[in-house]
């Protein structure tokens, strides 16, 4: 049964940094495609970023230059470096693992991220 488990999130001032982690275990790692999604109070569940099994990384817009995501295929887990953090990047973030053919997906509980001063 796959499990992802989320660490990292905290309380951090504007312009701060932390790093997120998802350990992953349960499922063959190297052949997920493995995300962030973040969701704000009152607000959808939206991607941070995504790192495929192969490929180059995708990021959202706000996460562009400030966010970095990386994978280890070695340890199952999937990071996400965030600095200059700012106050609308408070929010849950959700790991999330994923694949085609067939669509299989799974999800973390998150964890709470909050920048505040």
């Known amino acids: 049964q796959a499990q992802l488990v989320e660490s990292g999130g905290g309380l951090v001032q504007p312009g701060g940094s932390l790093r997120l982690s998802c350990v992953v275990s349960?499922?063959?790692?190297?052949?997920?495609?493995m995300g962030w999604y973040r969701q704000a109070p009152g607000k959808q569940r939206e991607l941070v970023a995504l790192i495929p099994s192969s490929g180059n990384t995708l990021y959202a817009v706000a996460a562009k230059g400030r966010f970095t995501l990386s994978r280890d295929n070695a340890k199952n887990t999937v990071y996400l470096q965030m600095n200059n953090l700012k106050p609308e990047d408070t929010a849950v973030y959700y790991c999330?693992?994923?694949?085609?053919?067939?669509?299989?997906?799974?999800w973390g509980r998150g964890t709470q991220v909050t920048v505040s001063s």
């Open positions: 349960g499922i063959n790692f190297n052949i997920y495609n």
């Open positions: 999330n693992a994923q694949k085609l053919h067939p669509f299989l997906q799974y």
